[in-house]
């Protein structure tokens, strides 16, 4: 990966105004929003069919003020949504980023709904750790894997134009650090030359790449990465040589709960719902309400990196709602128990520490004082037999740190300027997660990747009409 100067010798196979790196998420939505205002355009793609992160999160979206929202009678802002992201990442996050990803966050969702046919429903019965609404938005499967379904659909009925197996190495950028235009390369180890006007970096973060993981996250150095092998943190290495400023390049979103070994993610409205985690000792190690994308040092913190997610039947009726949960219980990884002996003896686990943690659950809902980790437990949601449990570990699944971007997603350099003609989306642009693994807020992730991708996608249409017009 490099950045080759532009000279005006320099010469293309193909030439359009607008070129989009990545297929997930934010590229195709990018996409949809820039061929909405006539942009013609393609999508480079470095895999033969596109997934990336997007498919293998559980595509949860959050938004604001819905229709969706409204319909069953949760009353939403998006002030209450930007103070919420704000509160969970210690505002350190930039105020004016996170305003505008909240107040476009209902509007862009009901325009994918709408206009694109993307059949969102509002998922119900629990709130995520931060959230205090219901906002997730999801499709009916509640899987990322629909959700891509659902997007490249819409891409082809927009006619947006799409190159698989075109993978982008070089970015030709001229003295201004204008983006002329890329060198892709083929499976076949052919390479073409296209060049543009405008692009937009949407090819997610570092999390693919140990040794940046190793730079920037080392406590999730050890960490099983679950999510795409294609984020090498291309988008940021271009951005640094360009003089591009970067933020927030230690924050990430982990997960406490992937079952292993079947590498299956188990939702964590487990834990919402009642659930606890406890070590191979059989005791709890930490507040299982604080949020799963830190949880996941503290289950690698554990003895073997590993902790069993507890619940009851209760809410394994409620997690058979989710594709992946049920896909887990298919597998084998869910086991049912009577009594908490059964469990013991067959997970061999100390009955004494189990029987602790459950007593000590029902001692704090009597009393309602929080525990000894600040958890507090509702008397509704006890744990009763029959039990349930699933052995899970620590994943990293993709960095939220990256380029520093204004509010038309417009990459800034490092004295605050904005690049020519260069965009950023999703894991490539800095998100709003703060600093470090605690900050993430559920749904952060989609949220930059469709929200950001969309202003960025309208953004660069707007610029190339500008330009354009001024010709």
Known sequence: MAIVPYTHTTEFDAHLPLLIIGAGACGLVAALKAREAGIELAVLERDALPRGSTAMSQGFIPAAGTRFQKALEVEDSPSLMAEDIQRKNGFEADQAIVE???????????????????????????????????????????????LMGALLNAAERAGVDMLTQARVEDLHVDEAQRVRGVTITRPDGSRERIGCDALILACNGYGGNAELVKRHIPSLKEALYYGHEGNQGDALLWGEAMGASTKDLAACQGHGSLATPHQILISWALMMQGGMQVNVLGERFSNEHGGYSEQAAN?????????WNIFDGRIHENALEFEDYRNAFEAGAIRAFDTLDAMANCLDLPLAALETAVDDMHRHARTQTPDTFGRVFEPANLLSPPYYAVRVTGALFHTQGGLEVNTQARVLDTQGRMLP?????????????GAGDSGYLSGNGLLSAVVLGAVAGQSAAALLQATEHEA
Request: charged fraction near 25%; glycine fraction near 14%.
């Open 100 to 146: 505008r990803l909240a107040e476009q966050s209902g509007p862009t969702v009901e325009w994918l709904a709408d206009d694109h046919g993307v059949p969102f429903e509002l998922v119900e019965g629990f709130l995520y750790p931060g959230h205090r609404r219901l906002r997730m938005h999801a499709t009916p499967r509640r899987t990322g894997e629909e």
């Open 299 to 307: 289950v690698l913190a554990q003895p073997e990196g590993v902790a």
């Open 421 to 433: 003609n260069l965009f950023a989306g999703g894991g490539a642009a800095r998100g709003v997660s």
